[in-house]
């Protein structure tokens, strides 16, 4: 269950399928401390929010961890970045679904980003063959003393620490 929402949370920052290099060599990297990111996923649903205390050492690991939940799921993986700019297009396939997904990230610096993703289902998933969604990242200051880097405040208030090993 654990693996499951660390891919989801992982898809929700926009650090899906890529390979390996590409992450290493052109992922711009966030500053450290607070980041809220809202996320919009259908027009007819509130924004949901959630935070996330990060540092170099978690930044770097969630883009590790985006990739690794890719492996083995993903046929195509293509990112490319030009200045500010970071596209991915990928191609996955997860139990009888495959999925195409289109991912705009627009950094400002090192302290915001947009994310614009569009995924295709075929078979559609739930009723739903079309996904669209928007997040915007931005940093909020210096993660407050009862959060630690990698932990993670869900919409729904519930914490969990995304680099943890479960069990601990």
């Known amino acids: ?15 899906g399928c890529a390979s390996p290099a590409a992450w290493a060599d052109d992922m711009p990297r966030r500053k450290p401390g607070l980041w809220e990111v809202n996320m919009h996923m259908a027009a007819n ?3 949901q929010t959630m935070k996330l205390c990060i540092d170099a050492a978690t930044d770097a690991a ?14 195509h993986n293509d990112m490319h970045r030009s200045g500010n700019v970071v596209t991915m297009d990928s191609l996955c396939k ?3 679904t495959q999925t195409s997904t289109h991912i705009v990230i627009t950094f400002s610096g090192d302290s915001a980003y947009k994310t614009d993703i569009k995924s295709h289902m075929d078979p559609p ?14 940093w909020t200051g210096p993660c407050p003393a009862d959060m ?16 943890s090993k479960p069990g601990r």
């Open 125 to 138: 998933i739930m009723g739903r063959g079309e996904m669209a969604m928007t997040q915007d990242g931005k």
């Open 148 to 163: 630690k880097p990698g932990d993670v405040v869900a919409p729904n208030g519930m914490k969990m620490n995304l680099t």
């Open 94 to 96: 997860m139990g009888e």
């Open 1 to 15: 269950m654990r693996a499951v929402i660390r891919f989801c949370i992982a898809g929700l920052l926009g650090i």
């Open 45 to 47: 649903l509130p924004p």
């Open 62 to 75: 969630m883009y590790k961890m985006g990739m690794d939940a890719a492996q083995g799921m993903c046929s």
